[in-house]
């Protein structure tokens, strides 16, 4: 049986929330993502068709063999609401991710670029051949 590609396996969110004198409200939330399959790239099809077709060839002999670890991060938002007679504004700043957690994607296959990112390096130093 092959995993699905959605198969998170987990998927959570837990919200908090307190109202602040005011009209002020400050709210958490901490989504939680488990852990997620994914198919590893077959590396000499890779080699041989970058260069013309300028995209990686996944190895589907693995298909969803490979798991991504799981992601967890956190938003913070604070709200203020001032009514009027026949209106209110809600205003809000939301800071997403706010402590910079890194979701790690699947491996990607590119070519390793020059210093200065003009071209691609190739193992005889030569520009990158048609063939």
């Known amino acids: 049986m092959v995993v699905s590609s959605w198969d998170n396996q987990q998927l959570l969110s837990k919200t908090f929330g307190y109202k602040l004198p005011r009209n002020w409200e400050l709210s958490l939330k901490f989504p939680h993502q488990g852990v ?10 890779s080699r ?9 060839v996944l190895d589907y002999s693995q298909l969803n063999t490979q798991l991504l670890r799981a992601f967890n ?12 007679k026949k209106i209110t504004f809600d205003m809000f700043l939301d800071a997403t ?4 957690e890194k979701n790690k994607s699947d491996d ?12 691609f390096e190739t193992t005889d130093g030569w520009p990158i051949k048609a063939d």
């Open 36 to 45: 997620v399959p994914y198919t590893p790239f077959d590396e000499t099809a």
């Open 48 to 56: 041989l068709n970058y260069a013309p077709q300028i995209k990686h």
């Open 73 to 84: 991060n956190s938003d913070v938002r604070i709200d203020i609401k001032i009514n009027l």
């Open 97 to 100: 991710n706010w402590y910079f």
């Open 108 to 119: 990607q296959y590119t070519w390793k670029r020059t210093a200065y990112y003009s071209a």
